[in-house]
T-cell receptor
């Protein structure tokens, strides 16, 4: 089955700097890659996603890139703010009859004011 | 994702007891999922259901059971056979060709 690796597990940046979180996946047939943000004690919320027919997608300060050849995708947050502090999960939707989504272990991002 | 509710928010259980966690959605999604979240381990799939009256085991189904009698509801029972049930449980529903998933607020289960 699909295997998703995510790093780093923790990341501290100064307010205003950029943050990058990287994920790799194993199933070359995976075609959908969502990113979730989870604040402490709350539900994960979808913040951006990318599909396999697209190399890059941007939404204000957040962007995601996908390299299908290398089987990795990344989340980029620019001009970080304290409210960006949270745990971020990447995920990949594998192939096959059941549309299983496999999650990475998460990255705890801390933005230091 | 405001259309997915879970109850209760906090649940305490004595060892040897079964407990049932509720998950309801009014998003008209066919698929529903249960995940378990432990610190440092991300989200692990317990059970999933793609359609009413059908469900399948996920990666860590042992000690859990589910039912899917209605499209809107997907309750999870944590049985006494689950050796380490203390965790944060998240329900999700999914839609679309790419299975976009939306999560409920979660239930934190503690075994005393």
């Amino acid at each position: 089955g699909e295997n998703v690796e995510q790093h780093p597990s923790t990341l501290s940046v100064q307010e205003g700097d950029s943050a990058v979180i990287k994920c790799t996946y194993s199933d070359s047939a995976s075609n959908y890659f969502p990113w979730y943000k989870q604040e402490l004690g709350k539900r994960p919320q979808l913040i951006i996603d990318i599909r396999s027919n697209v190399g890059e997608k941007k939404d204000q300060r957040i962007a995601v890139t996908l390299n299908k050849t290398a089987k990795h995708f990344s989340l980029h947050i620019t001009e970080t703010q304290p409210e960006d502090s949270a745990v971020y999960f990447c995920a990949a939707r594998g192939s096959g009859g059941y549309q299983k989504v496999t999650f990475g272990i998460g990255t705890k991002l801390q933005v230091i004011p | 994702d405001g259309g997915i509710t879970q109850s209760p928010k906090y649940l305490f259980r004595k060892e040897g007891q079964n407990v049932t966690l509720s998950c309801e959605q009014n998003l008209n999604h066919d698929a529903m999922y249960w995940y378990r979240q432990d610190p440092g381990q991300g989200l692990r799939l317990i059970y999933y259901s793609q359609i009413v009256n059908d469900f399948q085991k996920g990666d860590i189904a042992e000690g859990y059971s589910v039912s899917r009698e209605k499209k809107e509801s997907f309750p999870l029972t944590v049985t006494s056979a689950q050796k380490n049930p203390t965790a944060f449980y998240l329900c999700a529903s999914g839609t679309g060709a790419y299975n976009e998933q939306f999560f409920g607020p979660g239930t934190r289960l503690t075994v005393l």
